[in-house]
């Protein structure tokens, strides 16, 4: 029940195009859900994050979609660039626990070629 | 930008001996955490840690683990006995104290390759 199930594995688009990942989770304690992006030999960054109090957020070219009724949230990259490419990782969290530990998902390694 | 520093970058250690990983988060985080990932895995976390004591740990991080904050800067994870399958990336993580209704992230080092021979 703590796991949060990330698909696909891996996605090779062109330069322009919208990538999208997928999460899945089945802990509704579960309220806050970050996507990190990581490049190699680097740590996670924090990328954009999504409450379930809205179904959409939008910071630049990247947005979450949120779906609670179905416990599932996505990624979208509008207008891919090259320097795109990386590690995408999804996680969830639980806010008001006293720990706030992040579960994440398998991630998807992202391909954007020119 | 303050960033969440680690060091080594790699270290390379004998099954059965003691390794200590370091790390000085963020100056003003009152939480910190050690994460793992396994070559080509996803990350796992293995503790926190906040007000000086453990807040909670994974069944990954068993008695051959050990955390602290020795002073006011550094946050170390020492391995007793390594073990063949301790080999992996650890990442360090820090995150300031949520405010109201806001959401503070987990800021993460860069990590450090643990290779054991």
């Known amino acids: 029940q703590q796991q949060v199930k990330q698909s696909p594995q891996s996605l090779i688009v062109q330069k322009g195009g919208i990538p999208i990942i997928n999460c899945a989770y089945e802990?509704?304690?579960?309220?806050?859900f970050p996507w990190y992006q990581q490049f190699p030999g680097k740590g996670p960054a924090l990328l954009i994050a999504?409450?379930?109090?809205?179904s959409e957020k939008k910071e630049g070219r990247f947005t979450i979609s949120f779906n609670k009724s179905a416990k599932q949230f996505s990624l979208h990259i509008m207008d891919s660039q090259p320097g795109d490419s990386a590690t995408y990782f999804c996680a969830a969290s639980i806010r008001r626990s006293n720990t706030g530990k992040l579960i994440f998902g398998q991630g998807t390694t992202l391909q954007v070629k020119p | 930008e303050p960033e969440v520093t680690q060091t080594p970058s790699h270290q390379v250690t004998q099954m059965g001996q003691e390794v200590i990983l370091r790390c000085v988060p963020i100056s003003n985080h009152l939480y910190f955490y050690w994460y793992r990932q396994i070559l080509g895995q996803k990350v796992e976390f293995l503790v926190s840690?906040?007000?000086?004591?453990?807040?909670?740990k994974s069944e990954i991080f068993d008695d051959q683990f050990s955390v602290e904050r020795p002073d006011g800067s550094n946050f170390t994870l020492k391995i007793r006995s390594t073990k063949l399958e301790d080999s992996a990336m650890y990442f360090c993580a820090s995150r300031a104290l949520s405010a109201g209704s806001g959401d503070q992230p987990q800021h993460f080092g860069d990590g450090t390759r643990l290779s054991i021979l």
């Open positions: 840690f906040y007000n000086n004591e453990i807040s909670e």
């Open positions: 802990n509704t304690a579960f309220d806050y």
């Open positions: 999504i409450r379930p109090d809205v």
